[in-house]
């Protein structure tokens, strides 16, 4: 028989493949499975639709959820999917089972009419033409008849033919549709179990429409939608669980593969105990023995065996991959190169000494080929219970240095590379490192990566450039001993003295007696205590040498010296700012009452929304603060709150730490303020340590003095502070599980999540993205302006600078202006605005005739991605208060650099003739604040003006946006309600790079 022949088993005849599917149409009952004897019908059989109709069904019935913790749709008994007739799950992995072409499928939906148009072209064999006598069917000689009135679609709806619909728009749609809800799950964190129940309430509900709806196009999208999230998972194609599980050894911390733990014995599988060989006495070595897994049972009585601690692993290799197949990482991915080369500003760690280094290695390119990557590790803990504190989950996180600062740290473009289970403290993290190294190791050497940057698959390089950790995580990563230690410093080896029990005494800021650390030495120490011979001898070396080994240090080119870097959250904010508030209130400097008028300051502050969180009712809360809450009382309400009521000394104390964080919180910093921050930190520690005493002084002080070479390292704080990594532990937190295999339930999250991206990139090439696309864009809301950290630069210098050229800066590329605006006339002001231009354009002759009439009046503009109010927007009032520099005094002369408080009236644009071509300028109408006589009566970090008197208006009252250096918040003082304090807010700068 011919290959393409099929064979009737009931009447062993052969037929064609198309007439087979008539055959058994007409002669097998799919609901008894099997076939009918060929005369227990008529010749004149009717075949059967593709999908039946809905059988009678009670609500009961299709409303039957299971409560069970996991995907309830794994057991098909019950299912919604029979009331269309689908009877088994082989049927449903015909609708569901959904490939990248969507061709299976459309070939489903175009079955039936694939037949009908075959019929119609007569494309069936020649038995197909014979009726059941055996006599000729054909009518082609005869005469057609005509029936008048009669349309094509009318006949095809009479004999029950479909109208051919476009399969593959339902297909789009259809995946769009469950895409949606996928991605909103994700995004509002709603548990499985609840959108499981939504779409079993969604495919019944729709179920019912299509069959009250007369329209084929609709009937097939409502009989193809995933009844469950089982099967809407199936439908997508998603692989939660595309993620390497390790079994991990409670007590020595060895990692096993699952399979390697069970054995058989007597034909029964059991359970394996830890077989790895552990220091026990001297130079003796026994298996450590212990349990691995455990024994549970499951529904049903059936016996399982569950591991006691999971260690769940995710590729970083297949994680870089998929950050670079996304479509907008090919416009950034060398946008670095473009910069303009500065031996004074850092902006990011591009101008740091360690990217700089790594252009090459080893007399190879490296970041300067296209095909290098930078890697940033982070490693923290957090806890997945509210009300429990005594379980606590790692999770690695890895950022790629080469994207733009504006997207590093966004959610699709961070890499989670472990979940490490929960133990009684925090374990060492060789074993967990060991997956990540060997895979460093390989990208080191190359992989073959797709990316957007090309069609085929290119060769791509990576390095760990950075580890950015707290105290504890980063010395366990890195190899060092803990902070407590006698050399308790990762950057030098000076001796924090202290016997056994006592707290260590970190006093001493003589920094020429410190002996820094070196790559070379480390690596050395670090093998010598691995390779120890006995226990005592092991802790004897990490002792001496305050280094333990660190599976890092396989990584050739790795420095933990200097890679290792000081994370600015936890040493300045949760850190310092923390322990000398802590200080003041334990030795009554701060005593309850004090703390009442310190509370009392703060509600009287009309601060921004757009900052983060405000410390409230510090007296009682400060040990709980976050650290974005520290990191706003320290830099902008702190000296405001304080003045006054700390004493003198200690007030001045605190101003150089101030000071200092302020100086490191800007976008960017230039090398004479890294020297000014390492001055006023240092002097800082030495006035805490007069003050206080030399037991005051925390690990935390003593790394101050070692801050100055990270930022020479790596740029800004900005680029390796924590700040962004605890938002994601935050997010872990809100995270629903059933309380049982936790890190499991994690990790298939995170792969839901990273899922849900990849589809949102896949849909931009849908053209249902056109009009529905926003839907997956819904948490996205801050506003990117166009520009790059160039012109941040120069537009900030523009703001504290006598000189500087309005002609290189173009203000559409990082002013945004709102669609509303006013259409006004220059007035008598017009002359003002001439003398503005003059001092813009020195070069350029101006007159009135250059100027142009109309202007257009804004309420409010965004600059750099920040919102700037004025007074003509109550909602944005509290915003229209900033600190600018005059571009002229109201003499019309050059005034020195000062920058001064100032109410922003109102904002306009207006277009000159500027060397015979017009140029579009934005400008704040401004009301100057009056200065109040003893303006630094608290010195320099608080400066204090009258908040009701102003200056005359003048030729100052026009400045160009430029010249607006940052926000302000007003503080009232305690003497007069006539004089206010400024409360500055740095500046934040939002923009594409």
């Known amino acids: 028989m011919p290959s393409h022949c099929k064979k009737c088993p009931k009447c062993q005849s052969s037929f064609t493949k198309r007439s087979f599917y008539r055959h058994t149409l007409k002669y097998y009952d799919s609901s008894k499975k099997e076939w009918i004897p060929h005369d227990a019908l008529t010749a004149k059989s ?42 088994s799950l082989d049927d449903r992995d015909d609708i569901f089972t959904l490939s990248s072409d969507t061709s299976d499928f459309e070939d489903l939906l175009n079955t039936n009419e694939d037949f009908q148009e075959a019929a119609d072209n007569h494309e069936f064999d020649s038995e197909d033409s014979l009726s059941s006598d055996g006599e ?108 390497k599980r390790y079994v991990v050894c409670p007590s020595c911390l060895m990692l096993y593969n699952l399979q390697d733990c069970f054995e058989e014995r007597n034909g029964v599988r059991v359970a394996k105990l830890c077989s790895n060989e552990v220091r026990v006495r001297g130079r003796q070595t026994a298996p450590c023995g212990a349990h691995l897994m455990k024994e549970i049972v499951c529904k049903g009585n059936v016996r399982k065996f569950y591991p006691l601690k999971v260690y769940c692993y995710n590729s970083i290799i297949d994680g870089l991959e998929r950050v670079l197949k996304r479509g907008e990482i090919k416009e950034v991915w060398e946008h670095w190169k473009d910069w303009e080369e500065s031996d004074d500003v850092m902006r990011d760690v591009y101008d740091g000494r360690v990217w700089k280094k790594f252009q090459s290695y080893g007399n190879k390119s490296f970041l300067s080929d296209s095909r290098g990557i930078g890697l940033m590790m982070n490693i923290d803990w957090f806890q997945p219970f509210k009300n429990r504190n005594d379980y606590s989950v790692g999770v690695i996180y890895f950022a790629i240095l080469n994207l733009p600062w504006h ?38 050497k190359g992989m073959k990566l797709q990316s957007s940057l090309s069609r085929v698959d290119m060769t791509f390089r990576a390095a760990l450039l950075c580890v950015a950790c707290d105290i504890p995580a980063a010395r ?61 001898e092991y802790e004897s070396f990490a002792k001496k040498y305050g280094t333990y080994y660190s599976v890092l240090i396989e990584l050739n080119y790795f420095d933990a010296i200097t890679f290792c870097v000081i994370d600015p959250m936890h040493n300045l904010f949760l850190g310092t700012a923390k322990k000398v508030f802590k200080l003041w209130v334990e030795r009554d400097i701060l005593s309850k009452k004090k703390l009442e008028k310190v509370e009392s300051r703060l509600e009287e502050v009309n601060s921004f929304t757009d900052i983060g969180r405000i410390p409230t009712h510090i007296s009682g809360n400060y040990g709980v603060f976050s650290a974005a809450e520290w990191k706003n009382w320290t830099v902008t309400f702190s000296l405001y709150a304080l003045c006054g009521i700390l004493p003198e000394e200690d007030y001045r104390c605190w101003e150089k730490f101030v000071i200092a964080c302020r100086i490191l919180c800007k976008p960017f910093i230039s090398k004479e303020d890294i020297g000014k921050v390492d001055s006023l930190l240092l002097n800082f520690c030495k006035s805490v340590e007069r003050l206080y005493g030399l037991s005051s002084i925390s690990c935390n002080m003593h790394l101050h003095c070692h801050l100055k070479e990270c930022l020479l390292d790596f740029g800004p704080i900005h680029v390796y502070w924590c700040f962004s990594f605890e938002r994601y532990n935050g997010t872990f937190g809100k995270l629903h599980t059933n309380n049982k295999g936790i890190e499991i339930q994690f990790m298939r999250k995170i792969m839901t999540s990273k899922f849900c991206e990849t589809l949102r990139e896949t849909m931009k ?7 529905l696309g926003g839907f997956f864009e819904m948490e996205k809301n801050v506003s990117l302006v166009k520009s790059c950290l160039v012109d941040v630069v120069r537009v900030l210098k523009v703001a504290t600078s006598t000189s500087f050229n309005f002609s290189e800066l173009d203000p559409a590329s990082y002013v945004s202006l709102p669609n509303i605006y006013k259409m006004a006339m220059l007035t008598r002001e017009d002359e003002f605005l001439l003398a503005s231009y003059k001092k813009m354009y020195p070069s350029e002759s101006f007159d009135l005739v250059n100027l142009g009439e109309v202007i257009r009046k804004y309420n409010y503009v965004v600059l750099f991605g920040e919102v700037f109010g004025s007074k003509l927007d109550c909602r944005k009032l509290r915003s229209a208060n900033v600190m600018a520099n005059k571009l002229l005094d109201e003499s019309g002369c050059s005034p020195q650099i000062d920058t001064r408080p100032c109410r922003v009236d109102f904002y306009f644009q207006h277009t000159a003739t500027v060397d015979g071509r017009d140029v579009s300028r934005v400008f704040a109408k401004v009301t100057w604040y009056q200065e109040y006589i003893d303006r630094h009566k608290y010195g320099n970090g608080l400066e204090m003006w009258f908040s009701n008197k102003y200056e005359n208006s003048g030729a100052s009252c026009f400045i160009p946006v430029e010249r607006i250096s940052h926000r302000f918040s007003r503080g009232i003082t305690g003497f007069s309600r006539d004089i206010m304090c400024i409360c500055p807010i740095n500046r934040r700068v939002i923009c594409e790079n």
């Open 136 to 243: 000729s069917t054909d009518t082609e000689d005869s005469e057609p008849e005509i029936w008048e009135g009669v349309t094509p679609e009318t006949i095809d709806s009479e004999m029950g033919v479909e109208q051919r619909t476009d399969k593959k728009h339902i297909s789009e749609i259809l995946m769009f549709f469950v895409g949606m809800l996928l991605y909103w799950q994700t995004v509002h964190h709603v548990s499985d179990n609840g959108l499981d129940y939504l779409l079993r309430n969604l495919f019944v509900f729709f179920q019912t429409l299509g069959l009250q709806i007369d329209n084929s196009y609709f009937r097939n999208f409502c009989m193809a939608l995933p009844p469950s999230l089982y099967m809407a998972h199936k439908f997508l194609n998603l692989d939660r669980d595309n993620f």
């Open 46 to 87: 009717h075949a059967r639709p593709l999908f039946s109709s809905p059988t009678a069904t009670s609500s009961s019935d299709l409303y039957n959820i299971s409560d069970d913790d996991s995907d309830s749709s794994d057991n098909p008994a019950d299912d919604p999917l029979e009331i269309s007739g689908i009877k």
């Open 476 to 536: 366990k990563c890195c190899g060092f001993k803990s902070h407590a230690a006698r050399l308790g410093c990762h950057k030098c080896f000076k001796s924090f003295e202290g016997s056994f029990g006592e707290r260590r005494d970190y006093s001493g800021f003589n920094r020429q007696s410190w002996k820094p650390r070196t790559k070379e030495l480390h690596n050395l120490y670090a093998r010598r205590v691995k390779n120890a011979k006995t226990k005592a």
């Open 765 to 771: 090439s849908t053209s249902l993205y056109e009009v």
């Open 407 to 444: 997207i590093r740290y966004r959610s699709e473009n961070i890499i989670i590379a472990g979940l490490i289970p929960s133990f009684k403290k925090e374990p060492k993290l060789n074993p967990f490192l060991e997956p990540i190294v060997a895979e460093l190791n390989q990208l080191w």
